[in-house]
């Protein structure tokens, strides 16, 4: 638990020196300070329940597929509106068991352009997605879009 606590102050700190733009030694121990207080108020005010079921060396390149899926998803989008689009709700089934492999699946369809998420319920995940109007099949796109993310994620699932 220690080690974690070290890891999320170090990471702090780092973003800290980002942020400010400045890497003295005062812009390191003020952040430090800064992220030791941030660390220690969050375990007092939000206990959080460990994450067990999820090998997180497995999600080390996710960020990457993350980014790059963004920029593809926002040029399809603009080909989409510059041809002709069409709204629709579609629901999907998702093979994880993980609330928080399951989170980082919803934030995903968040954060590409063109798919908003509804809600989840059990297995079964509501999206609003973003359909050019001469494909009729919107429930491929998103199905498609989600098998890859999911994928990836259930290689780190345990």
Known sequence: MRRNVLYAVVILTGMWLILVE?????????GAIISTICVVLCRKLMPLEPVN????SRLLFYP???IG????QGFLVIKMILSGVRVDIVEVKTGLQ???LQ???INFITLTPGSVPLGI???TLTVLNLGSAKD???YRVVETQRARVEKILIQAQR
């Open 64 to 66: 990457f597929y993350l």
């Open 69 to 72: 899926q963004i920029y593809i």
């Open 22 to 30: 400045s890497f003295s030694w005062f812009s390191i121990g003020t």
């Open 53 to 56: 079921q999820v090998k997180f």
């Open 98 to 100: 993980s609330e928080f």
């Open 136 to 138: 009729e099949e919107a």
């Open 103 to 105: 989170a980082i699946l």
């Open 121 to 123: 319920e059990g297995e």
